[in-house]
């Protein structure tokens, strides 16, 4: 996946983050790293990369070093790199990537057989009747090579337009939209124990393009074609809005009994960054993490690569940016990755005692909840975590049967500020908080959490629920 152009539609608000608690919030750890956290609810999380990273011990330290339980190359699997020239194949950069897994205790996912992108020059000069019969050679070939050594791979990359119709493309010209069945049977036939995807990007959300998709794999499924999953790419930007009703999407291909994972997902923004995009782009992670979450048939998500330090974004889209969980020095954003922590049920360790953590008292002394109205929703709220001038609060919602959408409402005390908040929308003047459902959690027991600034006293409001 080397370009994107990335349609939104709904506006998410960004939440302006106190330097105080955006500092402070990254001495903290996750009690468990994000790998751990994912599997603990049967999925993975992974990272992708790329053979120049391999070479830079500080990258590969985080990459192998427990964050992340799967990896996909980014580039070193394409056609291009594979078979540059026709029936001269080469593997040494795929071997390279994949022993770093194995040694690291991670997985591969295969990426990619069939895409328009990183052609070879010779795939386009072919004479129609020529393309099939290459195209599944080039499958064989390469699946056979990497059997047993991938869990997945994306056979078809990219298939449609925008508007929904097939993009054109040498495989598409020569054999129609019958090419992608093709690819599927040829890829089962080399390595029938790999799940076999169709991947493509802005078919997150419900839209043409999704719908297109999901039309073909039902067909798909129809005619007896071996289909296991749909990749959805999520290569996201703040100002572009986050994709519409992303879990309801996954979860209707999900019905037609195939998996779906997440497996290019970045979120770029305009630079230069500031707190309140960094807000925003927390919150677009954690819904997309907690979307995947929400499925059964989520196998996991694949972030496209840990690092800016080697995101493609800078390259294609000019003056923008910033969009991994991981900064250009290999550390940690905090908002960004302390969403996904808590997005996968994690909780985030304040710091250590020597980095003069507060004494306020511990979360279970922090706890307030609303009394209940016959027939309305109930609010607890409690602390999780706190430290010197800032705090992590998390609330939980119960929604009675029958009702859709909530309201929780509170008032701080002591001039507290909410800085950031994952999985509803905030609104803030003055002590008063509001808090709403997100698009997805409008029903039954949802919690959301949030970051804010305190200042000597930290009292718990209670909160009301409507």
């Given at each position: 996946m080397n370009r994107r152009w990335l349609i939104g539609a709904i506006t998410v608000a960004g939440l302006v983050a106190t330097t105080m608690a955006f500092n402070l919030v990254q001495a903290g750890a996750a009690t468990q790293t994000l790998h751990q956290l994912a599997a603990a609810k049967g999925k993975y999380?992974?990272?992708?990369?790329?053979?120049?990273?391999?070479?830079?011990?500080?990258?590969?330290?985080?990459?192998?070093?427990?964050?992340?339980?799967?990896?996909?190359?980014?580039?070193?699997?394409?056609?291009?790199?594979?078979?540059?020239?026709?029936?001269?194949?080469?593997?040494?950069?795929?071997?390279?990537?994949?022993?770093?897994?194995?040694?690291?205790?991670?997985?591969?996912?295969?990426?990619?057989?069939?895409?328009?992108?990183?052609?070879?020059?010779?795939?386009?000069?072919?004479?129609?009747?020529?393309?099939?019969?290459?195209?599944?050679?080039?499958?064989?070939?390469?699946?056979?090579?990497?059997?047993?050594?991938?869990?997945?791979?994306d056979v078809v990359n990219e298939p449609f337009n925008e508007d929904g119709t097939f993009r054109a493309t040498p495989f598409y010209n020569a054999m129609g939209s019958s090419y992608v069945a093709t690819a599927l049977r040829a890829a089962r036939a080399a390595d029938p124990d790999a799940k076999l995807y169709v991947n493509d990007y802005n078919t997150d959300g419900l839209g043409a393009k999704s719908d297109a998709m999901y039309n073909l794999v039902k067909q798909l499924k129809a005619d007896g074609v071996p289909i296991d999953g749909v990749g959805f790419q999520a290569h996201l930007a703040i100002q572009y809005g986050f994709p519409s009703q992303m879990q309801q999407n996954l979860q209707r291909f999900a019905d037609l009994g195939v998996d779906v994972a997440i497996t290019e997902l970045d979120v770029r923004m305009v630079l230069p960054r500031d707190a309140t995009k960094d807000a925003t782009q927390a919150t677009y992670y954690s819904n997309v993490v907690k979307a995947c979450v929400a499925v059964t048939r989520c196998v996991g998500v694949t972030i496209w690569d840990y690092t800016d330090k080697?995101?493609?974004?800078?390259?294609?889209?000019?003056?923008?940016?910033?969009?991994?969980?991981?900064?250009?020095?290999?550390?940690?954003?905090?908002?960004a990755y302390n969403a996904i922590v808590a997005a996968l049920g994690g909780?985030?360790?304040?710091?250590?005692?020597?980095?003069?953590?507060?004494?306020?008292?511990?979360?279970?002394?922090?706890?307030?909840?609303?009394?209940?109205?016959?027939?309305?929703?109930?609010?607890?709220?409690?602390?999780?975590?706190?430290?010197?001038?800032?705090?992590?609060?998390?609330?939980?919602?119960?929604?009675?049967?029958?009702?859709?959408?909530?309201?929780?409402?509170?008032?701080?005390?002591?001039?507290?500020?909410?800085?950031?908040?994952?999985?509803?929308?905030?609104?803030?003047?003055?002590?008063?908080?509001?808090?709403?459902?997100?698009?997805?959690?409008?029903?039954?027991?949802?919690?959301?959490?949030?970051?804010a600034s305190w200042n000597g006293t930290n009292t718990a409001p209670v909160p009301a629920c409507a």
């Open positions: 999380f992974g990272s992708a990369t790329d053979n120049g990273e391999l070479s830079d011990t500080a990258y590969t330290a985080v990459l192998g070093g427990g964050e992340f339980g799967q990896t996909t190359p980014g580039n070193s699997m394409k056609w291009d790199a594979t078979e540059p020239t026709r029936g001269t194949f080469s593997f040494t950069r795929g071997d390279a990537i994949v022993t770093f897994a194995q040694s690291h205790n991670m997985t591969v996912r295969g990426h990619t057989l069939v895409w328009h992108s990183q052609l070879p020059s010779w795939v386009g000069s072919l004479p129609a009747a020529e393309v099939q019969p290459a195209m599944v050679n080039h499958i064989t070939q390469v699946a056979t090579h990497f059997k047993g050594k991938v869990f997945a791979w080697y995101s493609w974004v800078p390259s294609v889209f000019s003056g923008q940016g910033a969009a991994l969980p991981w900064d250009e020095n290999l550390q940690k954003k905090p908002t909780t985030i360790e304040s710091p250590s005692p020597s980095a003069s953590v507060s004494t306020s008292p511990s979360p279970s002394a922090s706890i307030s909840t609303s009394p209940p109205p016959a027939g309305a929703c109930t609010a607890t709220y409690r602390v999780v975590n706190s430290w010197p001038g800032g705090f992590q609060g998390e609330v939980v919602v119960t929604n009675p049967a029958g009702r859709t959408g909530w309201t929780v409402t509170w008032t701080f005390a002591n001039g507290q500020q909410v800085s950031q908040l994952w999985n509803g929308t905030v609104s803030q003047s003055g002590a008063n908080v509001t808090v709403r459902n997100a698009a997805w959690n409008g029903t039954g027991t949802a919690t959301f959490g949030f970051l």
